[in-house]
């Protein structure tokens, strides 16, 4: 089966490791080389990487049409580029017998070149929908779960930018009932990677029943998409990994900055005084000795 290609401009080496559970057995020992020594692979012969990974020529081919790529030498040109451009060299999980250095360099990494990955393909027509949605409603609520609630909680803590009276609420009756007294004019931005969260499907439902927009920001084609007006699907290298829960959190973070910053930047003058005083002030009760 041939995977996603990274003919468009994506990170060979997150196109690997994105499909490396899916591949061959043999294939996966291919990847594993690839993923752990790129720089080195990129000056390898064909016969090199097979016997890096203790395998035949032929299942090297395999593994590069398996990536999208055309033969071993198209590979090469494309894990080049790849870590030209790529913000990572690093893809294997974390063990126990990696030391804090490595630790805090697999980390920061992963998370670095997941935001690349979502940043090449979030698509900036439904994000520009996002934000014309976003200036026009008369009031944004802020709907999400676990991991996403806490998204839609710091996107409330950001209200004055979006200038207009925001909420978060994060039990599930309560959303309900918010879901239940919206009207026209109001907005949903519904929250959740995988975009099946119950409670936050059936609040988005209601809420469109009633006549409020609903913005879907949620990192898989899912039901919750059914009920949304306007759609941010942004992929992530989500690793099941125990240790690496964050990525898309982090990741529906930037996005949520993105959307704040753009409603702002669309209000007039008088709102950009309003921010500017609001933060005056409050550096200044952040001072000491005002008490």
Known sequence: MVIETAE?????????????????????RVAEVVLERPAEVVDMTLAALARAAGVSEPTVIRFCTAIGCDGFRGMRVKLARSLAFARTTSHTAISDADDLETVITKIF????????????????????????????ARRIEFFGFGASGIVAIDAQQKFPLFGVPCGAPV???????????MKPGDVVVAISNTG??????????VAREKGAE???????DGPLLRHATVRLVIET??????FTPTVSRLTQLVVIDILSVMVSLRRDEAHHERIAEMKSRLATLRSTGNY
């Open 237 to 242: 290298l989500e690793n099941t990994d125990l």
């Open 109 to 136: 990494d992963f998370n670095l070149s997941n935001l690349n990955w979502a940043r090449s393909h979030l698509d900036p027509a439904q994000v520009a929908q996002a934000v014309d949605v976003l200036v026009a």
């Open 196 to 205: 099946q969260t119950r409670e936050v499907i059936n609040a988005c439902k």
């Open 171 to 181: 039990d599930s009756h309560q959303m309900f009932m918010t879901a239940e007294m």
């Open 8 to 28: 468009t401009g994506d990170n060979l080496l997150e196109v690997i490791a994105r499909a490396q559970d899916s591949l061959r057995k043999s294939d996966r």
């Open 214 to 220: 609903v913005i879907a920001i949620t990192g898989a």
